[in-house]
């Protein structure tokens, strides 16, 4: 075989340019700033976000998630699946398999007792584990042998992925907690603050609220990394002066959670120093139209099943409405870099994405007047507002108060107004809004206007609690203290057949095909108008390689991979 | 007593004229209310227009203080905004002028009704005056946008909540200066001639107590201003694309480093407001205060 000279040069250069790279700790120190401060290290014991990033420099979990969504083994050797003989064909078992030669940042070697022990300790009584509901639905934990253990589920898991999996269940060591169980849990001051683990940095220094040091870990598997030998954590402050310091002054290497404006990123950004990365998970903003007649008048069948809408039961309306609306210039103006146009209320990970309803990309309001024409709204009366059978098409559009939610409500009764659609405005205090007061006139589930705007996701990657929202069952009602997800108090027999048909499903690709037609159905029945998925934003310095921003897991998860660039 | 110590109106008229502070501070709120009363009537651009390819531009020509965010012309909101926000406070202002006179003038002169009331005003001082505001609106909202319609049912609400809900200084001078001026000779005088404690509050200390009133009045109107603004940032006040001063300044607030003139044109409105009326009141003050003549 003959190779071109610049191919042979390139691979010379890159082998004499690797041993510099490829030694541990080379490199020096990264610092991180996080505008919220971490307060202890322990992701069993806080559901902060913060914290669970923090630890997840120093404990692992048997797999996680990369950028794309997909399941990456991490401790574990391989990911368990019905195929691999690892899932039993009754979905009611799983086994993990511990990679070969693993060992703690002290030395001792990881075995499956830690594994077991780590559901101990999360399930242990009196705890009060942050991250029980992971652990939900196991009956037993079995040691094969001290790689492998055996988990025991108390009926078909046809997910069975939850346990051990992400930043929110890594593995404790069983030498360092055993004496923490239970209530005892909080009480273990030097246990939480410097757990034993097996990634690739270990604490030097933790202040609770205010700044972590860490070092590399000595015994970390791979001998070349991590590529940096120190690492300072800061926590605190807000923002704006987090993106300042990477963007502008250079004090620090990566800033977490820079929910700006898009303008004030940009004109940041501009100063050369560092970059604004975004990665997009689940989060979509959306208008949820109401089925139900929120009319005052009901008394307390207002919103309910027992009166549909006057006119937004109409699907050709509801058409109109998300054909009217201009989705690329609201991420424009309201998110930037850190929101892209959605058709799709399930957006993320990739296999479940669908492209059936892509055509609401772009507005188009001549065929929305053309749609609300053919159903026979028109303008009868020549007062600018459509009509029919003397019900006018007037909307009541509320939303949390929030400068880019404003905005978007003005805009959007602008081209709403331009179909003939009049629009009342109204924003409520967020606390209100999503405070799920039965009490309360004014919270998202009680619902009493016509169209209203918020964002929500999913927490993981298996999207089937999440469109499960949307069964008949979950509307919320006077009879249930208005709880319930399925706020559009959408109901279909054929939607339900497919939670259902989910539910019984473990296949991955034949789930992402039921996950796709449950999507399609709400979108193309327009039971709610998806508008922008909105993404995590960081910043990171220039010099700094290696980011791969996640939004399904620690944004810090292979830190490992980190360096240095050469400018 | 028919001969009121009140100086003829023609007199008053001449007095305030004489006053330097109350022409200017009276001329510059009468071109704030023609500005915006007419204003919006002549300038061709709605408030609520918007138009995305002229966003966030600095005052020129075709929008002379600029556009906002979505491209709305700044100059047409803070018109129309005016509208609102001096009809707003104006009104609260008199409804907190009336409530807090009351009760301090009756607190001064009946001494049985003196502890009850400062007690009253004492508990109404106490109170956090937001959340009492967002429980008024939530219990009373829907019914009055009923009997009203919801831009009206919204604006009797947002004037009574805001004016019963900042009386208590007003009320808090006016008693101090009732039960000083109980004391004078004039008063005692008057009781002797066998006047009417209703007579006697209304014609000698009233007018008597005037500059205080006008003074707490002209602070009042532009807390009450920003007060309607809080609710509106709250979610409780008008709709959100209705433009007031103070929700156009606490839309401008987030944009105050790169876009200073979107926070300075409301808040210059509300500042010149005010101002005109502080002076318009000193002057009043002076031209009817007995014992400066």
């Known amino acids: ?567 | 007593m028919s001969d009121a110590p009140l100086a003829p109106v023609p007199g008053l008229a001449r007095r305030v004229l004489h006053q330097p502070g109350a022409v200017l501070g009276g001329g510059l709120f009468a071109v704030i209310v023609l500005a915006v009363l007419i204003g919006p009537l002549l300038w061709p651009i709605a408030p609520e227009f918007i138009d995305v390819a002229a966003r966030n531009q600095g005052p020129n020509l075709a929008h002379p203080f600029g556009t906002d965010q979505l491209g709305r012309d700044t100059f047409a909101r803070v018109l129309w905004g005016g509208r609102i926000s001096l009809a707003v406070g104006l009104s609260a202002m008199a409804v907190a002028l009336l409530l807090g006179t009351l009760v301090g003038l009756l607190a001064g002169v009946f001494r049985w009704l003196d502890g009850p009331l400062m007690r009253l005003t004492d508990v109404f001082l106490a109170l956090p005056l937001l959340p009492l505001l967002l429980v008024m609106v939530l219990l009373f909202r829907d019914s009055l946008s009923g009997v009203f319609g919801p831009e009206g049912g919204i604006f009797i609400l947002i004037v009574l909540a805001i004016g019963g809900t900042s009386w208590m200084n007003t009320a808090r001078i006016v008693r101090g200066d009732t039960l000083a001026l109980r004391e004078r000779e004039f008063v005692l005088a008057a009781r002797a001639a066998g006047c009417r404690p209703v007579a006697l509050m209304l014609r000698h200390i009233l007018p008597n107590v005037l500059s205080p009133i006008l003074v707490s009045g002209a602070l009042g109107l532009s807390t009450a201003i920003v007060t309607e603004s809080a609710l509106s940032f709250l979610g409780l006040g008008f709709p959100p694309d209705f433009p007031t001063w103070g929700r156009l300044l606490s839309d401008a607030v987030i944009y105050l480093a790169d876009y200073p003139a979107r926070a300075i044109c409301p808040g210059l409105a509300i500042s010149l407001t005010v101002l005109s009326v502080t002076y318009l009141g000193d002057g009043l003050r002076d031209a009817m205060d007995p014992r400066l003549h």
């Open chain 1, 1 to 567: 075989m003959r190779y071109p000279g610049f191919v042979l040069a390139a691979v010379l250069t890159s082998v004499m340019g690797l041993p510099a790279q490829a030694e541990r700790g080379a490199q020096g120190q990264v610092n991180i700033i996080y505008w919220q401060a971490p307060s202890i290290l322990n992701p069993y014991l806080s559901g902060g976000t913060k914290d669970l990033e923090a630890a997840s420099l120093i404990l692992e979990p048997l797999a996680r998630y990369d950028e794309t969504g997909s399941m990456v083994p991490w401790l574990a050797e391989r990911i368990p699946t019905v195929e691999n003989g690892d899932v039993s064909e009754d979905l009611t078992s799983i086994i993990w398999t511990l990679q070969e030669g693993l060992s703690w940042s002290d030395g001792t070697p990881v075995t499956a007792q830690d594994v077991k022990f780590t559901w101990d300790y999360c399930t242990a009584p009196g705890g009060g584990c942050a991250q029980a509901e992971k652990y939900s639905g196991i009956e037993a934990i079995d040691i094969l042998d001290p790689r492998r253990v055996k988990l025991h589920f108390d009926g078909p898991m046809p997910f069975p992925y939850s346990a051990f999996i992400g930043a929110q269940s890594p593995i404790l060591q069983k030498a360092q907690f055993a004496d923490c169980l239970g209530p005892r849990a909080p009480e273990c001051t030097a246990q939480n603050f410097a757990p034993v683990g097996t990634g690739p940095f270990v604490v030097e220094e933790f202040r609770p609220n205010d700044v972590i040091t860490y070092t590399a870990n000595p015994e970390y598997r791979d001998p070349a990394k991590p590529a940096f030998a120190r690492v300072l954590f800061k926590g605190g402050g807000d923002a704006t002066s987090a993106a300042r310091a990477v963007l502008e002054t250079g004090e620090f290497d990566y800033a977490w959670n820079l929910q700006l404006a898009p303008d004030v990123l940009s004109n940041m950004e501009s100063a050369g120093r560092g970059r604004v990365v975004s990665a997009f998970g689940t989060l979509v903003e959306r208008i949820v139209i109401n089925l139900t007649d929120p009319a005052r008048g009901l008394g307390p069948a207002r919103s309910t099943r027992a009166h549909p809408h006057p006119f937004l039961s109409d699907a050709a309306v509801r058409q109109a409405l998300s054909l009217a609306i201009d989705r690329a210039l609201l991420v424009e103006l309201g998110y930037g870099t850190a929101g892209r146009v959605t058709c799709n209320v399930l957006p993320a990970p990739a296999i479940y994405a669908s492209d059936a309803n892509d055509a609401c990309k772009r507005q188009d309001i001549p065929r929305a007047k053309a749609l609300l024409d053919m159903a026979g709204w028109i303008d009868s009366n020549g007062d600018g507002v459509r009509d029919k059978d003397g019900v006018a098409l007037s909307l009541l559009f509320q939303t949390s108060t929030n400068a880019v939610r404003q905005d978007f409500q003005a805009l959007i009764k602008q081209w709403w107004s331009q179909i003939g659609v009049e629009t009342e405005l109204r924003n409520i205090d967020a606390s209100v809004f999503f405070g799920s007061d039965p009490g309360s006139p004014d919270t998202f589930q009680k619902f009493y206007a016509d169209v209203q705007m918020y964002a929500r996701n999913f927490d993981g990657t298996d999207p089937a609690a999440y469109l499960a929202n949307w069964q008949c069952d979950k509307t919320p009602t006077p009879e249930n203290q208005w709880q319930g997800s399925n706020i559009s108090r959408y109901c279909s027999e054929a939607y339900d057949a497919l939670i259902a048909q989910m539910q019984q499903t473990a296949d991955i690709s034949a789930r992402a095909a039921i996950a796709r037609a449950m999507n399609d159905r709400l979108m193309q029945e327009f039971i709610l108008l998806p508008l922008v998925d909105r993404g995590r934003v960081a910043a990171h310095a220039n010099s700094l390689g290696g980011v791969r921003l996640n939004v399904w897991d620690s944004e810090l998860w292979n830190i490992a991979d980190w360096h240095r660039k050469d400018l």
